[in-house]
């Protein structure tokens, strides 16, 4: 099994800055694709950003410009750098990590889901 423990989010005034870390822990052989999704009140799930293990990143087009998303993999961490915040911003961040294990010469891959932390942004 594998943990994603999320950190970092909290209470901002709207122009500020913060930033989430996830930290996997477990049973991991390599971590593909990283994500991090976000859910307001009332709405879906949608995705923000996405990172691949070769570094390649995606944005939501609400957040170009003003979110970074990274990844150490040495750590087993994904980060997300959030600037220029808005109240719009406000929701639960989770992150998303596709995960495989390897257990003698069988491979399998899973997605796990962190906890989920708290952004809010005042106006």
């Known amino acids: 099994q594998v943990q994603l423990v999320e950190s970092g989010g909290g209470l901002v005034q709207a122009g500020g800055s913060l930033r989430l870390s996830c930290e996997a822990s477990?049973?991991?052989?390599?971590?593909?694709?990283m994500r991090w999704y976000r859910q307001a009140p009332g709405k879906q799930r949608v995705v923000v950003a996405a990172?691949?293990?070769?570094?390649?990143?995606n944005y939501a087009d609400s957040v170009k410009g003003r979110f970074t998303i990274s990844r150490d993999n040495a750590k087993n961490t994904v980060y997300l750098q959030m600037d220029s915040l808005k109240p719009e911003d406000t929701a639960v961040y989770y992150c998303?990590?596709?995960?495989?294990?390897?257990?003698?010469?069988?491979?399998?891959?899973?997605?796990?889901w962190g906890q989920g932390t708290q952004v809010t942004v005042s106006s």
């Open positions: 998303n990590a596709y995960v495989t294990h390897r257990s003698g010469r069988d491979y399998s891959t899973d997605a796990y």
């Open positions: 477990g049973s991991i052989f390599s971590i593909n694709t």
């Open positions: 990172i691949t293990s070769g570094g390649s990143t």
